[in-house]
C-alpha cells in the first residue's frame, strides 16, 4: 500500500502494472463502505497485459485514515478529492473506472473538470436522480449519523447477516467473507471514519446528480458502460438511459453479473477496459 497527503487528508492507495507503459493510466473509483481491494482481481488481469492501475481507498467508510475534520465531504466534494489525487500524481489521458456509488462521483469529476480523463468506463452505478437505489436508500437512512451507522451496522459483524439482501449480498455472486468484514471494520471501529461516512450520507441529493446529468453530453472522450444484467437494484435500463446522456458512449450487457462486476466476471471487465484505453480521446 501507498499512501499521499492530499489537501483533504492522508489518502492510502494500491498500484498494479509496469511502472513505465506506454497506455494511459487506470484509476478505480470504488462503492460506499467498500475499499480499493473490491478492484484487485481486475488490476491483476491489466497488470499481466500491462497496463498500470492505481486503486486508492476513497472516504466512504472503509478507509483506515480520517480526513481532517474540513474535508468536504459531499459527493462533489469526493469527487475533487478524486481530482486531487489526479493533480498530485500528474495522472493524465487517465481511463477512469467508476461503479456504484463511485460511478456517481466520477460523473460529478467529469462535472468539476474532466482536462485529466481520456476515457471512461463505467459498470452499475448511480445515474440522474436513482442516488441511491432501493434498498440502498432505505439502508443509508440508517448510517446518516455517527450513532446510527455505529448501532446499525453491528449486525454486520456476522457473516450470514453481512451477506445478506440487508448487508451486501445483492451486489455480488459470491463474496469473500474476509474481504467483506475488512470493509465494514473501519467504520465498525473508529467513530472518526463513521464520521467520514455519515457526512457523505448526509450530503447526498439525488437533484444534484440529476443535475448533472444534463451536463455529460459535454465529456466528449469515449465512454463505455459495462453493465451486469442480473443486478436487482441498478437495472439495465438505467444504463441505457445513461449511455444517451453521453455524447460518445456505448452500452455493453454481462449477462448473469450483479453490481459489483468486478468481482463477477474481473476478466470481461478488463478487456473492456483495455479496449476503450486503446482509444483516442478526442477532447482538448
Known amino acids: 500500500m501507498h499512501t499521499i497527503d492530499l489537501p483533504q487528508g492522508t489518502l492510502s492507495y494500491r498500484i498494479a502494472g509496469p511502472a513505465k507503459t506506454t497506455g494511459p493510466p487506470v484509476v478505480f473509483v470504488h462503492a460506499f463502505l467498500v475499499d480499493g481491494s473490491v478492484w484487485t482481481r481486475v488490476a491483476d488481469h491489466l497488470a499481466a497485459r500491462g497496463v498500470r492501475s492505481y486503486a486508492p481507498d476513497w472516504p466512504l467508510g472503509a478507509h483506515h485514515t480520517p480526513l481532517r475534520p474540513d474535508a468536504d465531504q459531499s459527493p462533489r466534494g469526493v469527487a475533487r478529492q478524486v ?6 500524481l500528474d495522472l493524465q489521458d487517465v481511463t477512469l473506472v467508476g461503479n456504484d456509488t463511485g460511478g456517481a462521483l466520477c460523473q460529478f469529476l467529469l462535472d468539476i473538470d ?18 441511491p437505489p432501493f434498498p440502498y436508500n432505505v439502508i443509508f437512512r440508517l448510517l446518516r ?42 467504520s ?10 455519515a457526512r457523505f450520507l448526509r450530503a447526498i441529493d439525488p437533484k444534484d446528480l440529476l443535475g448533472v446529468s444534463t451536463r455529460l453530453k459535454n465529456f466528449t ?18 444504463g441505457q438511459r445513461l449511455q444517451r446522456a453521453f455524447s460518445n458512449a456505448t452500452f455493453v450487457e454481462v449477462p448473469g453479473a450483479r453490481t459489483f462486476v468486478h468481482l463477477d466476471t474481473p476478466t470481461v471487465l478488463a478487456d473492456h477496459i483495455v479496449a476503450l484505453s486503446s482509444a483516442q480521446p478526442t477532447q482538448d
Do not use: Y
Request: charged fraction near 25%; charge should be positive; include cysteine.
Open 145 to 186: 449519523s455517527e450513532l446510527r451507522m455505529r448501532i446499525n451496522l453491528q449486525p454486520m459483524r456476522w457473516r450470514a447477516f453481512r451477506h445478506s439482501p440487508l448487508g451486501l449480498g445483492l451486489l455480488a455472486n459470491k463474496l469473500d467473507p474476509v474481504q467483506t468484514r475488512a470493509w465494514i471494520e473501519p
Open 83 to 88: 481530482l486531487a489525487f489526479l493533480e498530485a
Open 188 to 197: 465498525l471501529r473508529n467513530k472518526e471514519i463513521r464520521r467520514d461516512a
Open 221 to 238: 472522450g469515449p465512454v463505455r458502460i459495462v453493465w451486469g444484467t442480473a443486478d436487482r437494484a441498478f437495472k439495465p435500463a438505467l
Open 114 to 131: 474532466a482536462s485529466r480523463i481520456g476515457r471512461l468506463v463505467l459498470t452499475n452505478c448511480d445515474a440522474f436522480d436513482t442516488f
